[in-house]
């Protein structure tokens, strides 16, 4: 199959890709769309399908691919990987395109404040004055501090502090 801007991807695009995680091997997909019919999510919304999602990578679309909620939608279960007869790595495909997503500030807003909870308490969850309470009442021991400043430090070595991320509301 040819799909015209194929060289477009081949010298920008892919060689991002080529850089993360075996995101390359999208240039082998034949669009048979075994994914999409393997795919748990594509199943259950028609907002996701994997076959689609490698035929826009392979048209060059990588705007329209990162600004979306599609690769978002992926969980990661390689039914995909386990069926492809040409080895595209998809799953690791996706992973590779939500960092590229992350680093051109196209965070969803949830992985935004998990993102941002994490930089502020070492938590994904914020732990309310109430859960606090409510422990001992449960058998449960209080929880031990999260180690916040190591954890800044490991953010910062990544540039991952650099982010534009949401706060999360506090009132
Ligand atoms: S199963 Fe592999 S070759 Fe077939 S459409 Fe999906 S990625 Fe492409
Ligand atoms: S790894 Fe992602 S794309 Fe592949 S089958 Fe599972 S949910 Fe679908």
Redesign the pocket.
């Known amino acids: 199959m040819n799909y015209g801007s194929e060289e477009k991807l081949a010298s920008t695009f892919a060689e991002e890709l080529r850089q993360r995680m075996l995101g390359e091997t999208i240039t082998l997909c034949y669009q048979c769309g075994t ?1 999409a019919s ?5 199943k259950i919304t028609p907002s ?1 399908n ?1 076959r689609e ?1 490698i035929k826009l990578l392979l048209l060059g679309e990588k705007d329209e691919v990162i600004s979306g909620e599609a690769i978002w ?9 386990e069926r492809c007869p040409q080895k595209v790595a ?2 690791l495909a ?1 992973f590779a395109l939500r960092n590229i997503a992350f680093k051109e500030g196209y965070i969803p807003d949830i992985y935004s404040e998990f993102a941002s909870a994490i930089y502020d308490n070492g938590r994904i969850v914020t732990i309310s004055k109430f859960v606090e309470k409510k422990r001992p009442t449960l058998g449960l021991p209080p929880l031990q501090p999260t180690g916040v400043d190591a954890i800044r430090k490991i953010l910062s070595a990544t540039e991952f502090d650099k982010l534009q991320l949401k706060k999360e509301e506090t009132s």
């Open positions: 994914c393997s795919c748990p999510v594509a996701f994997p999602v939608l992926c969980c990661s279960c390689y039914n995909c990987d998809i799953p996706m």
